[in-house]
């Protein structure tokens, strides 16, 4: 049944006013990175038990989190779905889903792609194939995607500063640090609470090496995230990549008990496996610890989580993280048993864009993190130098990745390879960072 629209105009297949109603809260929850999404989302799903896009909706919110373990309840939205064919964006968000939730992110992203040439002013789907491609190490395709769509937008266009912000980091991600910036902040300009576009400008700021911009930036907005998702502490420890930078290691400690991972707060007790926290907690210890901070006994905080997750290869990148925890608080055995998993993963007869980040790099990265916290300097290097370059189809950031760069050179110095070093900082340069020797461990490399 078919009547309602969403708060975009865009047709929802209910005839349920309640429905669509509470649709568009999810949506709109969604996008601008509140806790509430699912709530929404669950009552649309009550009011119309054959609410489909209130169902993929829900879906592809979980198909972001990356993790192996939303995989039936995904599959179990998407079981027995009834739609009808000329019901075109219904129809694309179920095919890319399924195509995303079976590992084939590119392909599902090829779906969507096509679904916006004809219906580019959607920008739930906007977000959805910017984080596909994103955690497929797409950035060029995330980009053009966006650019396709900007004739369509105008200042007077609903959500026109959500859009802006989707702009601002394919662009970045992309390398086009200018326009990047701009497009972010005239997001938070129309919104301070603007999240994705406080992140985005803070990605050009670090590339740059704009130390002093993006404390201040970030430190200046930091009072507008209480009511975000596990973005707040994302952007927390973002703060803390620009702090590192200057030395300021205790406030970083200080942040990560109080802002990054609090165990007394809500929303880590929410959904204390959340992985952009696993990430967060993982690469930020790790940074500590190769410029010589004592961390403590922090590793410990997400050690039970990375154990429960040894069998999930729902992301190479996250499972990287995972060993460093791991490794991290001595839970070889574990860690261990992770590679394995992994390995196996690679060698099985699936076929998609997944498996080929664990086969083309995921699984030699794992193996390097291990091999560097036994301090298997040289080992480090013969896992890492013949992936360094396929780096980007794990997943993630450039400014998340450049962690695994931190390790090959710090294994580089200790390995007594100075012929290396070089060549690796020409490789972080050609990925789009700025005064790279003059960051923090790559300085004291060179």
Not at 370 to 381: E, F, M, P, T
Request: overall charge negative; some cysteine.
């Amino acid at each position: 049944m078919q009547g309602q629209t969403d708060s975009r105009g865009l047709p929802l297949d209910t005839g349920d006013a309640a429905a669509a109603d509470a649709f568009n809260k999810g949506m709109r929850s969604y996008v601008t990175w509140r806790t509430d999404a699912f709530d929404h989302l669950d009552a649309a799903i009550a009011a119309d038990p054959g609410f489909a896009m209130a169902k993929l909706g829900k879906g592809w919110i979980l198909q972001t989190a990356r993790s192996a373990k939303f995989r039936p309840v995904i599959d179990g939205l998407l079981e027995g779905m009834e739609i009808d064919q000329s019901d075109t964006r219904a129809v694309a968000y179920r095919d890319s889903l399924a195509a995303a939730v079976a590992g084939r992110g590119v392909e599902a992203s090829s779906i969507m792609e096509a679904y916006l040439a004809e219906t580019p002013t959607d920008l739930l789907a906007h977000r959805l194939v910017q984080f596909e491609l994103f955690w497929n190490g797409r950035a060029s395709l995330m980009r053009a995607i966006t650019e396709r769509a900007v004739p369509f937008w105008t200042d007077d266009t609903p959500d026109y500063g959500c859009f802006l912000s989707c702009r601002s980091f394919s662009n970045e991600e992309a390398g086009d640090y200018e326009l990047a910036e701009k497009c972010g902040r005239d997001a938070v300009a129309l919104d301070p609470y603007d999240c994705w576009g406080t992140h985005a400008v803070a990605h050009v700021l670090v590339m740059q090496g704009r130390i002093d911009d993006g404390t201040d930036w970030l430190e200046g907005l930091s009072g507008n995230w209480a009511e975000a998702n596990q973005i707040g502490h994302h952007l927390w420890w973002h703060l803390c990549l620009f702090l590192l930078e200057r030395g300021e290691h205790e406030r970083i400690l200080e942040l990560f008990d109080t802002r990054i991972r609090n165990p007394e707060s809500p929303l880590v007790k929410a959904a204390p496996d959340a992985t952009i926290d696993l990430q967060n907690v993982a690469s930020l210890l790790m940074r500590l610890e190769l410029r010589g901070v004592d961390i403590g006994d922090r590793w410990n905080v997400m050690a039970d989580v990375c154990a429960g997750r040894v069998h999930d290869h729902g992301n190479a990148f996250s499972n990287a993280h995972d060993i460093m925890v791991l490794a991290g608080c001595g839970r070889f055995d574990q860690a261990e048993e992770l590679i394995g998993s992994a390995r196996a993963f690679a060698a099985s007869d699936e076929t998609g864009s997944l498996v080929t980040s664990y086969r083309a790099a995921g699984v030699a990265v794992c193996e390097a993190v291990l091999a560097h916290r036994r301090r298997d300097w040289g080992h480090v290097i013969e896992l890492m130098a013949p992936v360094r370059h396929d780096l980007h189809l794990i997943g993630g950031s450039h400014a998340q990745r450049d962690i695994f760069y931190q390790m090959l050179i710090d294994a580089a110095r200790r390995a007594g390879r100075a012929d290396l070093i070089g060549l690796y900082f020409d490789d972080i340069r050609r990925i789009g960072f700025d005064l790279v020797d003059q960051r923090t461990l790559y300085r004291d490399a060179a």
